[in-house]
Protein backbone atom coordinates (compact mmCIF):
# COMPACT_ATOMS: atom_id res chain seq x y z
CA UNK A 1 0.00 0.00 0.00
CA UNK A 2 1.30 3.34 -1.14
CA UNK A 3 1.32 6.71 1.16
CA UNK A 4 -1.62 8.18 -1.24
CA UNK A 5 -3.97 5.08 -0.17
CA UNK A 6 -3.30 4.97 3.21
CA UNK A 7 -6.10 7.81 4.36
CA UNK A 8 -8.51 6.28 1.70
CA UNK A 9 -7.87 2.66 3.12
CA UNK A 10 -8.57 4.16 6.68
CA UNK A 11 -11.57 5.84 5.30
CA UNK A 12 -13.33 2.84 3.98
CA UNK A 13 -12.80 1.22 7.14
CA UNK A 14 -14.42 4.21 8.95
CA UNK A 15 -17.36 3.93 6.84
CA UNK A 16 -18.07 0.24 6.86
CA UNK A 17 -17.46 0.73 10.44
CA UNK A 18 -19.74 2.98 11.37
CA UNK A 19 -23.17 1.79 11.37
CA UNK A 20 -22.24 -0.49 14.28
CA UNK A 21 -20.40 2.54 15.75
CA UNK A 22 -23.12 4.87 15.33
CA UNK A 23 -25.59 2.61 17.75
CA UNK A 24 -22.85 2.37 20.55
CA UNK A 25 -21.73 6.24 20.58
CA UNK A 26 -24.75 7.72 19.74
CA UNK A 27 -26.86 5.38 21.92
CA UNK A 28 -29.66 5.51 18.86
CA UNK A 29 -32.54 5.31 22.03
CA UNK A 30 -35.17 6.99 19.26
CA UNK A 31 -35.38 10.47 20.77
CA UNK A 32 -33.91 13.01 22.59
CA UNK A 33 -33.56 12.68 26.50
CA UNK A 34 -33.49 15.91 27.36
CA UNK A 35 -36.50 17.58 29.53
CA UNK A 36 -38.52 20.74 27.78
CA UNK A 37 -38.06 22.06 31.38
CA UNK A 38 -34.45 21.71 30.88
CA UNK A 39 -34.52 23.87 27.85
CA UNK A 40 -37.03 26.50 29.09
CA UNK A 41 -35.01 26.67 32.21
CA UNK A 42 -31.79 27.66 30.09
CA UNK A 43 -33.52 30.04 28.00
CA UNK A 44 -34.94 31.72 31.12
CA UNK A 45 -31.58 31.88 32.70
CA UNK A 46 -30.07 33.34 29.55
CA UNK A 47 -32.63 36.14 29.32
CA UNK A 48 -32.39 36.89 33.03
CA UNK A 49 -28.29 37.26 32.40
CA UNK A 50 -28.91 39.29 28.93
CA UNK A 51 -31.43 41.38 30.30
CA UNK A 52 -29.25 41.97 34.13
CA UNK A 53 -26.06 42.69 31.82
CA UNK A 54 -28.08 45.52 30.10
CA UNK A 55 -29.36 47.29 33.38
CA UNK A 56 -25.80 47.12 34.77
CA UNK A 57 -24.51 48.75 31.51
CA UNK A 58 -27.22 50.98 31.55
CA UNK A 59 -26.61 52.22 35.52
CA UNK A 60 -22.88 51.84 34.76
CA UNK A 61 -23.16 54.55 31.69
CA UNK A 62 -26.08 56.46 33.19
CA UNK A 63 -27.63 56.38 29.59
CA UNK A 64 -24.89 58.07 27.77
CA UNK A 65 -21.01 57.79 27.28
CA UNK A 66 -18.90 58.44 30.55
CA UNK A 67 -18.39 61.96 31.81
CA UNK A 68 -15.83 63.39 33.95
CA UNK A 69 -15.71 61.58 37.07
CA UNK A 70 -14.69 64.59 39.35
CA UNK A 71 -18.72 65.83 38.19
CA UNK A 72 -17.16 69.43 37.14
CA UNK A 73 -19.08 71.41 34.56
CA UNK A 74 -17.96 70.45 31.14
CA UNK A 75 -16.11 73.04 29.15
CA UNK A 76 -16.63 71.95 25.88
CA UNK A 77 -20.01 70.62 24.10
CA UNK A 78 -21.63 69.67 20.64
CA UNK A 79 -23.98 72.40 20.16
CA UNK A 80 -25.43 71.39 16.42
CA UNK A 81 -24.01 69.33 13.33
CA UNK A 82 -25.34 69.32 9.63
CA UNK A 83 -23.83 66.49 7.36
CA UNK A 84 -22.94 68.37 4.03
CA UNK A 85 -21.77 65.07 2.56
CA UNK A 86 -20.85 61.70 2.68
CA UNK A 87 -17.34 62.79 4.55
CA UNK A 88 -17.78 66.36 5.10
CA UNK A 89 -19.48 67.81 8.31
CA UNK A 90 -19.80 71.28 10.10
CA UNK A 91 -20.30 71.60 13.32
CA UNK A 92 -21.14 74.47 15.97
CA UNK A 93 -19.06 73.78 18.97
CA UNK A 94 -18.95 75.39 22.15
CA UNK A 95 -15.61 75.95 23.97
CA UNK A 96 -16.02 77.76 27.57
CA UNK A 97 -18.61 79.77 26.32
CA UNK A 98 -17.62 80.86 22.94
CA UNK A 99 -19.12 79.06 19.64
CA UNK A 100 -16.42 77.37 17.17
CA UNK A 101 -17.48 76.48 13.21
CA UNK A 102 -15.85 73.59 12.62
CA UNK A 103 -16.21 71.40 9.04
CA UNK A 104 -15.01 67.73 9.87
CA UNK A 105 -13.86 66.32 6.55
CA UNK A 106 -11.33 62.88 5.90
CA UNK A 107 -8.51 65.55 5.27
CA UNK A 108 -8.95 66.41 9.18
CA UNK A 109 -10.94 69.98 11.22
CA UNK A 110 -10.79 73.06 9.72
CA UNK A 111 -12.05 75.94 12.25
CA UNK A 112 -13.99 78.09 10.19
CA UNK A 113 -15.21 80.82 12.02
CA UNK A 114 -14.65 81.99 16.39
CA UNK A 115 -18.22 83.45 17.60
CA UNK A 116 -19.32 85.05 20.38
CA UNK A 117 -19.19 84.59 24.34
CA UNK A 118 -22.24 82.85 25.43
CA UNK A 119 -23.73 84.55 28.49
Known amino acids: MTRA ?5 ALLLLVAASPAAAQTIGQA ?7 IWRVLGALLFCLL ?4 AAFALRT ?6 PTLKSGA ?3 MRLV ?3 RLSHQTDLCI ?8 LVAASPQGPRFLQRGKKMP
Open 5 to 9: TRPGA
Open 29 to 35: SGGPDIS
Open 49 to 52: LAAG
Open 60 to 65: RLRGTL
Open 73 to 75: PRR
Open 80 to 82: ESL
Open 93 to 100: VEVDGEEI
